[in-house]
């Protein structure tokens, strides 16, 4: 496991993403997407994850704009919530779309990238895998209990690769009444498919997570990879 610089492609830097090779390649490429905590041990466990099943995983420091490195524990009290509330709220979402594009294009420069790229995002992720979805040119994206993505399915006939939103029932971020908007949005699309877990919550897919629920992610996870698999080889 590894770390590789990205230039931003505004010209205001580069940034760092954690990268999982897995022991095989070429192999396509896996983006994966930051909760609000940052790069921490969670998503540097899922780029793993992700590389043992035969991807290369890319995890990019979305908050490097705010501050470089940012790390907190979702499991450590109110004072890291809200620390990671602040940069979520201090990032400038459509530059973090312009980052994840230069990640994707860095992730196809690699000597053992065979040219296809997803995205996989979780919560802040979920909602940006779904932007990314309707903005950039990757071969699939999947959004775990993504935020505020009933504002977002406006933009569903942009939608062109194979998209898959995991929402948990009983997510307090996606109360019902959003969760059936982002259904009827996606209802009938030729490349989108949402998927509510029954009973679980948000982040029910972070391994180790107070809300962590082995049945509902390893369901979410099987699909999730079906797709990968099919989209990125």
Known sequence: MAEITIQASDGAGSFKA?????????AGAVIMIQEIFGVNRTMRALSDWVAAMGFIAISPDLFWRQKPGVELDPDAGQTQWETAFGYMKGMDQALAVQDLKATIAAARALPGCNGKVGTMGYCLGGRLAFMMATQSDAQCHVSYYGVGLEGLVADAAKITAPTLVHIA???KFVPPEAQAAISAGLAGHA???????????????RLGGHSYDARAATIANGRSAEMLVKALG
């Open 169 to 171: 029932q009983l997510d």
């Open 18 to 26: 954690y990268l999982a090779e897995p022991a095989g390649k070429p």
């Open 191 to 205: 490349q989108a498919s949402v998927m509510i877990h029954p009973g679980v919550d948000h982040a029910f897919a």
